[in-house]
């Protein structure tokens, strides 16, 4: 009987964290909390999970979270974010200054982002202050996912994109280390 007490306290006192140390919080995924990380011009595309991974090969988790914006380059310098355009930079042109003023003609796709949290510590992308914060404009999704996809030998975890539009074509964003960048991967074979 002694040693089932024993057992039991043992228990108890391994489920119970130390004096002052609160269990980290569960983040959950709302407008309040993509309000929270990048600021009141962005709002959740709710059709969209987010999707975890991976994307910096770090080995601490990540999140890909469907958004809209109106202006994404207003709140960049108080929420610690970069804005980027993989999509018409594997075009030719991604400047986001220039390239967030084009106006997309249809308005089911008009002002949709990306939004990337690069996770730090055990906590990942739901700690406090996270590794690095990125909006990724002008990406014409309908869905996204991680999967693994090779690169130069090794295989990393990348973002895969079915676009919209009548073509179903898909493509991948992937992290090279400095930025995100936009591959095609072509269309639907029926």
């Not at 130390?18 to 919080?25: H, K, R, S, Y």
């Not at 610690?80 to 308005?107: A, I, Q, R």
Request: charged letters at 25%.
């Amino acid at each position: 009987m002694r040693k089932l007490f024993f057992l039991l306290a043992f228990s108890a006192a391994m489920l119970v964290p130390a004096f002052g140390q609160a269990p980290p919080a569960a983040r959950k995924i709302d407008n309040a909390f993509v309000q929270q990380q990048f600021g009141d011009q962005f709002a959740l595309v709710a059709e969209v999970q987010p999707v975890f991974g991976d994307l910096d090969g770090d080995g601490i988790e990540d999140v890909v979270i469907a958004a809209r914006c109106k202006n994404p380059m207003l709140d960049q310098g108080e929420h610690n974010y970069t804005v980027m355009d993989p999509y018409y930079d594997f075009f030719g042109y991604g400047d986001p200054k220039l390239t967030t003023t084009f106006s997309e003609g249809d308005p089911a796709r008009r002002g949709l982002v990306v939004l990337i949290i690069h996770g730090a510590g055990k906590e990942g992308w739901r700690s406090d202050k996270p590794k690095a914060k990125y909006v990724i404009v002008n990406l014409p999704y309908r869905t996204l996912s991680i999967r693994k996809m090779k690169n130069k030998k090794k295989s990393i975890e990348a973002v895969y994109i079915e676009e919209s539009g009548d073509m179903g074509d898909s493509s991948a964003l992937f992290f090279d280390g400095r930025k995100f960048r936009y591959v095609p991967m072509g269309g639907d074979m029926q």
